[in-house]
Structures are given as C-alpha cells and as structure tokens.
C-alpha cells in the first residue's frame, strides 16, 4: 500500500516542542511581570503624581509598611467572602434543582431571578444596613446575593438539557422521577455546576468589597475608603492588588476541582474523550 493512498498513516509525527509547557505555565507570570514594569515605566517616564497614579514601587513600599493593617482587612473580607459564598452555593444548588427538574418552574421562575439579577447589588446594601446594622452582616449577604445566580442558572442549565429519550428509557426501566434526578441529572449538572463556582467566588469578592466600602468599620473595602479619603493612593492600589490575588488563587482553586471532579466530562488536548 503506498504512501499516496495513506498519507495520515505515512505522515511523520508532529513534533513538540520540549520547551512550549514551560512556556505555557511561565506565560501569566511573564505578562503580569511585564505589566507591572510597563505600569512603574509609565509612571517614571511621564512624571505622574503619586496622588493620581503611584508607582509599583511605591505601592509595594507601602504593603511592605502596612503589612499588618493590610493583612488584618484582608482576613475580614476573605471570611467574609467565603460565607457569603457559601450561602450562595447551598441556596443556588437547591434553587437550581428545583428550577431544573420542573419546567413550570423554570418557565415560572427565570424571569424573576434575571429581573433580580439586573438589579445593582450596590442598591440592597442601604436596606442591608437598616435591617441589620454596620458591620459584617451586610457584606456577608451582600455577597450571597451578587454570586448565586451564576450557580442557580448552571445547575438549572445541566438539570434541564437532560435528554429527554434518556429520561423516556430510564422510566421504561421502572425509575421514580427521584431516581433520575439523583442517577443521572445531577452526575451530568456538575461540570456546570463546579464551572459555575468559578465565577461565583470572584463575584462574592466584589458584593463584600462594595459593601465594606458603604457598610463597614472593616476589611479590605473599608481600608481603600479610609486610604482614598486621606490621598493615600499607594495603600489604596494595595488593597486592590490584595483583592485581585486572593481572586485569582480563589478561582485557580475551584478551577483544580473542577478538573478533579469533572475531568471525564472534558476532553483531553489532543481531542481525545
């Protein structure tokens, strides 16, 4: 058999580069690297006031000198991020099981949860503090309110697109509207629902931010308020920066549980289930 009827099979194989994983993994350090060296160069090259746009250096000194302070405010928000969160992914899985096993109430209930949703978040926090005064509470919720929708519509989105000759032959087998929700619809609404997590935690950390800057003596939120309110900018860029980290390794966290809980929902890189 020649080669002119066979060329995928007497194709040389593709060659790799040895070098491209490293590549790959070093590509977000290497770009972070180079915005911040562009950033201090801005700075320097252009004069900026400190007061307007300080330096990277300048923000790096000031988290150097207000460790403490920075690291206290920073725990608060965490916590409280996290409970929000929490609440957000108890109220959102049960919400989206019902919203997704029943179409009346998916029809009945999707247009009220993205009216909800398309309210500012910012708005509930002055009802917040009437209900329940300054302080944590009104973050804590504040950021169950601004992450549970993405878990509610994903769990709903799983639950809904199960196949509906699937559901027919499983009940032809004899099984109760129970046991496909539990066998089937939910093993097949996790990769949605473990994607969704992903974007709840980083919405968490806005809605308890936003309200430590209205309603709160503490946190990361509370500290840019105080800082921006004295012309501290460098403290103020470091509040962000600490926000912006714990975002990230929150969100790389629930990316590698994602992976670990749902790979064989996903293909490999080479296209293979």
């Not at 509930?124 to 601004?146: H, K, N, R, S, Y």
């Not at 619809?185 to 430590?212: D, N, Q």
Request: proline share 7%; hydrophobic share 55%.
């Amino acid at each position: 058999m020649s080669c002119a009827n066979t060329s995928a099979a007497c194709a040389p194989p593709e060659r790799t580069d040895p070098m491209q994983p490293n590549l790959v993994k070093a590509a977000p350090w290497l770009v972070v690297a180079a915005m911040f060296l562009l950033w201090e160069l801005i700075c320097l090259g252009f004069d900026i006031p400190e007061f307007l746009l300080p330096a990277p250096s300048a923000v790096w000194k000031v988290g150097v000198e207000q460790f403490e302070p920075i690291m206290m405010h920073a725990t608060q928000t965490f916590l409280t991020t996290l409970a929000g969160f929490a609440i957000a992914v108890v109220v959102g899985l049960l919400i989206g099981m019902a919203v997704g096993s029943s179409p009346l109430l998916y029809r009945a209930m999707y247009p009220l949860l993205v009216g909800f949703n398309s309210i500012p978040k910012v708005a509930f926090v002055p009802v917040l503090v009437v209900w329940f005064g300054i302080g944590t509470v009104p973050a804590i919720l504040t950021a169950f309110l601004i992450s549970f929708f993405p878990v509610v519509v994903n769990v709903a989105t799983g639950l809904a697109t199960l196949e509906p000759e699937l559901e027919d032959v499983l009940r032809s087998l004899g099984a109760s509207r129970l046991d496909i929700l539990g066998k089937v619809g939910l093993p097949r609404a996790m990769p949605y629902f473990f994607a969704s997590l992903k974007v709840a935690i980083t919405l968490a950390f806005v809605g308890s931010v936003i309200a430590e800057t209205v309603a709160s003596n503490l946190g990361i939120g509370y500290l840019m308020m105080s800082a921006s309110s004295s012309m501290n900018m460098p403290l103020v860029f470091a509040g962000l920066i600490v926000i912006g980290v714990m975002g990230v390794v929150m969100y790389e966290l629930f990316a590698l549980v994602e992976k670990r809980m749902t790979g064989w929902a996903h293909r490999n890189p080479n296209g293979a289930a």
